[in-house]
């Protein structure tokens, strides 16, 4: 399977707004309204933050903002805080035998 | 609790057989899709299969296609995994994971998941 791609780390201060960018193909990120995002902390099951590219579950943070271009997708985060420095990796469903692709996931840093 | 419990993960030679289990609790079980989702030890996630809410809609990844069989017992709120032929590069911890009820094709729940070691 042909993971997603992410920047493999993306850093911030305080206060800032960061993006996360999630780059696929026609078959999976840009054919479909499909797109999630995810928390991960280490040692915690995955949390999820966005889905159908741009909605917010109960509970998640406003702070958590989802989009699409084409074919990537894109997790910001503003008013970023020491609590959100963590893995993020995304998901999208796919055309074809293999339904669901992941990211291959972003490390962010609050500085 | 709403959760997802994975077990049965261990460490069997190649060629040999493993059944998963993860059993769920804390929500009405009979009216959710789910899936097997692993990660091998370095690597990103991969999507292993994926079963519908009554059992009959199956969809698996090419690469364990005819070797891993899927199930769920609604009765006893549990999903299933029946790994046969197995290979070194199935080593990986797997995951029970949920799809969400909005069909936007989420997951919106998961185990913490149970490892899986094939070698000789």
């Known amino acids: 399977q042909s993971a997603l791609t992410q920047p493999a780390s993306v850093s911030g201060s305080p206060g800032q707004s960061i993006t996360i960018s999630c780059t696929g193909t026609s078959d999976d990120v840009g054919g479909f309204k499909y797109v999630s995002w995810y928390q991960d902390h280490p040692g915690k099951v995955p949390r999820l933050l966005i889905f159908g590219v741009t909605k917010r579950p109960s509970g998640v943070s406003s702070r958590f903002s989802g989009s699409k271009s084409g074919n990537t997708a894109f997790l910001a985060i503003s008013g970023l805080q020491a609590e959100d420095e963590t893995d993020y990796f995304c998901a999208s469903y796919k055309r074809g035998n293999t339904l669901w692709v992941f990211g291959t996931g972003t490390r962010v840093t609050v500085l | 609790e709403v959760q997802l419990v994975e077990s049965g993960g261990h460490l069997v030679q190649p060629g040999g057989s493993l059944r998963l289990s993860c059993a769920a609790s804390?929500?009405?079980?009979?009216?959710?899709?789910f899936n097997w989702v692993r990660q091998a030890p370095g690597k990103g996630l991969e999507w292993v299969s994926y079963?519908?809410?009554?059992?009959?809609?199956?969809h698996y990844a090419d690469s364990v296609k005819g070797r891993f069989t899927i199930s769920k017992d609604n009765a006893k709120d549990s999903v299933y995994l029946q790994m046969n032929s197995l290979r070194v590069e199935d080593s990986a911890v797997y995951s029970c994971?949920?799809?969400?009820?909005?069909?936007?094709?989420?997951?919106?729940?998961w185990g913490q998941g149970t490892l899986v070691t094939v070698s000789s």
């Open positions: 079963i519908g809410s009554s059992g009959k809609t199956i």
């Open positions: 804390g929500f009405t079980f009979n009216i959710y899709n």
């Open positions: 994971v949920r799809n969400d009820l909005t069909g936007d094709e989420s997951f919106d729940l």
